[in-house]
């Protein structure tokens, strides 16, 4: 049929993807032997049925237990290797990846193993496979706003290698404004500024995103749904959405893909893209993510060319580079 094979043709960028979640089981049996650590369970098939998850916190245990088994600078590599060759297949031509430091320099790996193999990826990224990739650093929401700037400090060397900041982990409990000082200090220093808000925690957590932290995109913002105001707000500043459809399934944000709110954000105006979050545990790169939610939702071509379109738009791609794409 032809609209699938517009969604998987159309060129398109990856906003919202963070590296560690692309781990796919295989990859984390052989670095687990390559690096002789133990992991609890003993075969991939194993690994892959413990992936039922009924929220957020539910995933990101078994997504740290994962990213143990990364110690060295080629371990970084290869992991975002394989992420670029799956990207490219699904002719993704530009992404921004996550990446979360704290979960390595947490278990004794450093700042610069972390970065160097990441970046040395990204570089090789553009030259055989033509596709430009960039780093955003996230800092982790669940451990304290000290732990973060301690994190910024040890990132300095490396700021040159990372466009932007994040903010992920468990997001209920934790709201955007527990990070103001370090976000200030980050927008300071000339960094593109993102947070994950409204996946599960509510629309307030947008609004501090916005208005505390001073955001350029917001990571998830499905329960922006839920505030008519906010609505307004995001349509007005046209600030980016960076959605996740088979992340919010598979983490019970939906009952089912028919239910996603998608639809709605794009028919309000919103400069949506849609995105793979953790594509090893979610069950689908980017494709996946066009295909199946197209195809619960009832979208058209319209939909693809606007979402492709606001996927370069929201991007951090200079904007000399950008008209190349829009
Ligand atoms: C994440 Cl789906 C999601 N939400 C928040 N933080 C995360 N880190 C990795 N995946
Ligand atoms: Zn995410």
Same mark, same amino acid.
Request: aromatic share 10%; with cysteine.
């Given at each position: ?41 003993? $075969? ?12 957020? =916190? ?167 749904? !839920? ?8 349509? =007005?500043?046209?600030?980016?959405? $960076? ?6 399934? !598979? ?40 295909? =199946? ?28 580079? !950008?008209?190349?794409?829009?």
């Amino acid at each position: 049929h032809r609209l699938p094979e517009l969604l998987r043709q159309m060129p398109k960028a990856e906003l919202h993807i963070h590296i560690e979640g692309s781990l796919e089981p295989e990859l984390i049996f052989a670095l687990a032997q390559r690096n002789g650590v133990a992991i609890p369970y003993r $075969t991939v098939e194993e690994l892959r049925s413990a992936y039922a998850f009924t929220n957020l =916190q539910s995933f990101l245990d078994i997504y740290y237990a994962g990213a143990s088994v990364l110690l060295t600078e080629q371990d970084f590599y290869d992991m975002a290797q394989a992420y670029f060759a799956r990207a490219a297949k699904d002719h993704v031509v530009h992404t921004e990846l996550f990446f979360d430091p704290q979960t390595h320099t947490a278990r004794g790996v450093s700042m610069e193993t972390v970065v160097n193999g990441l970046h040395r990826a990204c570089v090789d990224a553009k030259a055989e496979l033509g596709l430009s990739a960039s780093l955003i650093m996230c800092f982790l929401r669940h451990l304290s706003e000290e732990d973060a700037f301690a994190t910024l400090e040890q990132a300095l060397p490396y700021r040159d290698r990372i466009i932007g900041i994040g903010l992920d982990s468990g997001e209920v409990g934790n709201p955007p404004e527990k990070f103001s000082r370090v976000f200030a200090r980050c927008r300071e220093l000339g960094f593109h500024l993102v947070a994950h808000a409204g996946e599960e925690g509510p629309p307030a957590y947008v609004w501090t995103a916005l208005d505390v932290l001073k955001v350029e995109r917001i990571d998830h913002g499905v329960q922006s749904s !839920k505030d008519a105001a906010l609505m307004r707000r995001l349509a =007005q500043d046209r600030i980016p959405l $960076t959605v996740c459809p088979l992340s919010n399934l !598979k983490l019970c944000v939906f009952p089912d893909l028919a239910s996603h709110n998608l639809r709605q954000l794009l028919d309000a105006g919103l400069a949506v893209t849609v995105n793979s979050d953790d594509p090893a545990y979610f069950g689908g790169y980017m494709n996946e993510n066009f295909t =199946q939610t197209f195809a619960a939702t009832g979208l058209a071509a319209q939909h693809a060319y606007a979402l492709a379109r606001n996927s370069f738009e929201a991007s951090f791609i200079d904007a000399s580079e !950008k008209r190349v794409f829009i």
